[in-house]
């Protein structure tokens, strides 16, 4: 399967306690999104990258939010402290770098008790 | 602020019926307007798209219709089934950048048989 991958489908976690989740972009694409995306409502922008470099983040990303995309593969989002109202599904998306059309992964469920 | 208002919330159709999505955006610099289809536990998937610089695209039994001026633009699903029952997002970006996609709420489509 050569769409986007993304690891753990679910989590489940206490608040307060840090995950981390993994994305796996379409292995030629450049850029790679991170989305939140909570029950009845469309993805939300996050964060953007280019290779390895993080142009855009959006003001949803708090300072307990962080992405990486250290060799310009795939990504990393950690979320410290986490709070109930960081329960949702976090989806990534690539896309190539001569523009065209956003790829979605089928995201990581986050629920916390 | 929501950049991309999307209408109605839910729709119910008849199998064989005509599915009617409506959106509409205030941010002149979008320039790209994908429509994405989500079907439960899954990440959204691109079912089709247009730029401006055309009134109408259509692709199968799926149409986008776009007035520039109106800053609005719908999708039209023909002979709707129910493999069609899903949650539609339409969504908007600058086509410069092809960065961040803004996202309507979505739309809850369910076909009955």
């Known amino acids: 399967d050569t769409g986007v991958s993304q690891d753990p489908r679910h989590k489940i976690t206490k608040r307060g306690q840090n995950v981390t989740f993994r994305c796996d972009p379409i292995s030629e694409h450049n850029r790679l999104y991170w989305y939140r995306q909570t029950l009845g409502q469309g993805p939300e922008f996050l964060t953007y990258?280019?290779?390895?470099?993080?142009?855009?983040k959006s003001r949803l990303l708090s300072d307990r939010f962080s992405a990486e995309r250290p060799k310009g593969s795939f990504s990393t989002l950690e979320i410290q402290r986490t709070e109930q109202g960081d329960s949702a599904m976090y989806l990534c998306?690539?896309?190539?770098?001569?523009?065209?059309?956003?790829?979605f992964g089928d995201g990581t469920r986050l629920s916390i008790l | 602020q929501q950049q991309v208002k999307q209408s109605p919330q839910s729709l119910i159709v008849q199998k064989g019926g005509i599915s009617i999505i409506n959106c509409a955006y205030e941010n002149t610099a979008f320039d790209y307007f994908p429509w994405y289809q989500q079907f439960p536990g899954k990440g959204p998937a691109l079912l089709i798209a247009?730029?401006?610089?055309?009134s109408e695209k259509k692709e199968g039994r799926f149409t986008i219709s776009f007035n520039k001026s109106a800053k609005q633009f719908s999708l039209h699903i023909m002979d709707s089934q129910p493999g069609d029952s899903a949650t539609y997002f339409c969504a908007a970006t600058p086509i410069s950048g092809y960065s961040t996609l803004t996202f309507g709420k979505g739309t809850m489509l369910l076909v009955s048989p």
């Open positions: 990258f280019q290779n390895e470099a993080q142009l855009e």
């Open positions: 247009i730029r401006p610089d055309v």
């Open positions: 998306a690539s896309s190539p770098d001569n523009g065209g059309p956003q790829h």
